[in-house]
């Protein structure tokens, strides 16, 4: 009699035949063993087919599907096909949204060293110093400090007397222009006494005029 | 406040920057004509700076011929020193020199740097000292010819007419008659820098 222990494992134990019964029970026996023989060998059979075919399948894709998948390859343009079909705009911008680009450079680079290596003389040379100077010196009025700083009380008064002069000048101009009915300076002192914009086109002739080879 | 934007966009286009050194309230004068009043301040200044160094002149005299020449008149009872008219000629001429002098070199006289004036010849330039003998006689000789420039209607004496000359407002602290190119003619932009100013001589 054989029995089924564990997969795959056939023990067959000898005994003695001792015939018991009629025949007929031993050709039931007999039909029973037959048939359980049959579905343990088939059983195996179907697993050790299975087990071959996969292994050799197996070892057949490993060989094929990388040499077959690098000749589809080396026959088309990924590049393109990545560029026209894929939205790299958006992917990018939304791995921007995601990282922190300046934490990112402020922790990993080291921006005095980059500055320590940069060529500050050519930066200086792109940079207007002259008209940065002069701007500061324009809005802070330089000028006027200088002046207020050395030429003080003599200074103020001869501004004080120099316009003082001028004013007196534009009503003598003005009186003499009523009485001789003349026009000319009229317009000047309108011009300097209202503190209107001027125009220096329509002044020729109370005002000097343009030279080209005083110019700076 | 201007930002530097600002202000670099505003002086691009007028070229490289100039420093406004002229007090905001004579910034408008610059270049102008100036009138007779300030003209005779000034003139009245110079004549004071010769007139002390006549006097001067006279002092040092009579105390040398005094120091040197005790004995002709001990009680000063007598003129020691020269007439007066002779320190009165003195005076002209030392006017006229002094004026020569300051017109050729500085284009302004003591009394014209104080007052901020400038002689400028024709076309705004400086001139030389011929033109500034020929000026400062005249101007010596002939002091009233200032008064035509109340008349005149370009603020002219009657040295500037026959001469050709101008007088103008010149505040700038430089000796050189192109710095009156500094001075601004237009009123409607302080900070900006004006061509140098001069005398148009026609029609006058």
Redesign the interface.
């Known amino acids: 009699m054989m029995v089924a222990m564990s997969d795959r494992e056939v023990v067959v134990v000898s005994r003695p035949y001792e015939p018991e019964g009629d025949s007929l029970s031993l050709a039931r026996d007999l039909a029973a063993s037959t048939f359980g023989l049959v579905v343990y060998s088939t059983q195996a059979a179907v697993a050790l087919t299975e087990a071959t075919l996969r292994s050799v399948v197996g070892s057949v894709l490993d060989k094929t599907v990388p040499a077959i998948a690098d000749v589809i390859i080396s026959r088309i343009d990924l590049t393109d096909i990545v560029v026209r079909q894929v939205d790299l705009q958006s992917i990018i911008l939304r791995a921007l949204d995601e990282i922190d680009i300046t934490q990112i450079v402020m922790d990993r680079v080291d921006v005095d060293e980059i500055v320590g290596k940069t060529d500050l003389d050519a930066v200086i040379d792109r940079i207007p110093m002259l008209q940065i100077a002069d701007y500061i010196i324009e809005e802070i009025d330089l000028p006027q400090i200088i002046r207020e700083s050395t030429g003080g009380v003599a200074l103020d008064a001869f501004t004080t007397t120099r316009v003082s002069a001028i004013r007196a000048d534009e009503i003598i101009s003005t009186m003499v222009d009523a009485v001789l009915l003349r026009r000319l300076r009229q317009r000047e002192r309108k011009l300097t006494v209202s503190g209107g914009e001027s125009d220096s086109e329509s002044e020729p002739d109370s005002r000097a005029e343009t030279t080209e080879e005083s110019g700076r | 406040?201007?930002s530097?934007g600002q202000?670099?966009d505003h002086?691009d286009a007028q070229g490289?920057?100039?420093?406004?050194?002229v007090?905001?309230?004579?910034r408008?004068?610059q270049?102008?004509?100036?009138?007779?009043?300030?003209r005779a301040?000034a003139a009245v200044l110079d004549v004071v700076f010769v007139g002390i160094v006549v006097v001067l002149l006279w002092v040092g005299l009579w105390l040398f011929l005094l120091i040197f020449n005790p004995v002709i008149d001990p009680d000063l009872t007598v003129e020691v020193t020269p007439p007066s008219g002779y320190f009165l000629l003195a005076g002209y001429f030392l006017m006229w020199l002094y004026w020569t002098w300051m017109w050729a070199t500085n284009g302004r006289s003591l009394g014209q740097y104080?007052?901020?004036l400038r002689v400028?010849g024709r076309?705004?330039?400086h001139f030389g000292w011929k033109l500034a003998m020929l000026r400062s006689g005249f101007c010596a000789v002939f002091p009233p010819g200032l008064v035509w420039a109340?008349?005149s209607?370009?603020?002219r004496s009657v040295q500037d007419v026959m001469l050709r000359t101008?007088v103008?407002?010149d505040?700038s602290s430089s000796s050189s008659?192109?710095s009156?190119?500094s001075s601004s003619?237009?009123?409607?932009s302080e900070?900006s820098?004006?061509?140098?100013?001069?005398?148009?001589d026609a029609?006058e």
């Open positions: 406040m201007t530097f202000y670099r002086h490289p920057p100039v420093l406004e050194t007090p905001a309230a004579g408008r004068y270049g102008d004509r100036a009138g007779f009043v300030i301040i104080l007052m901020g400028v076309q705004g330039r109340i008349i209607p370009r603020n101008s103008i407002h505040w008659a192109s009156s190119a003619s237009e009123s409607s900070s820098p004006a061509p140098a100013s001069s005398p148009s029609g």
